[in-house]
């Protein structure tokens, strides 16, 4: 998936939002591994994930950033009559 994100942003719509609902599934498993990951948490045990979480936590808003990317792109795209 990573990929893609490397590379310039597609000229085309469709492709855009392709990439966008990329993107946001990736984004979800970010949400959902860290809640999994609070959940096992148990202090008391010593059982604690702080880099991990920390590391998806990044990961998650820098997936949101890239969206925004290709959000602002199909709105130029569409004032310009492109499809």
């Known amino acids: 998936m990573e990929n893609f994100l490397l590379n310039p942003l597609p000229e085309k719509i469709s492709e855009l939002e392709e990439q ?12 959902d591994t860290i809640r999994e990951l609070m959940a096992r948490e148990d202090i008391e045990k010593g059982i604690f994930f702080p880099a991990e979480i920390h590391e998806l936590h ?11 990317y290709r959000r602002v792109r199909v709105n130029r795209l569409r004032m310009r009559g492109a499809r």
């Open 20 to 31: 966008i609902a990329l993107i946001e599934a990736e984004q979800k498993r970010c949400k």
């Open 58 to 68: 990044q990961r998650k808003n820098m997936l949101e950033t890239h969206i925004q």
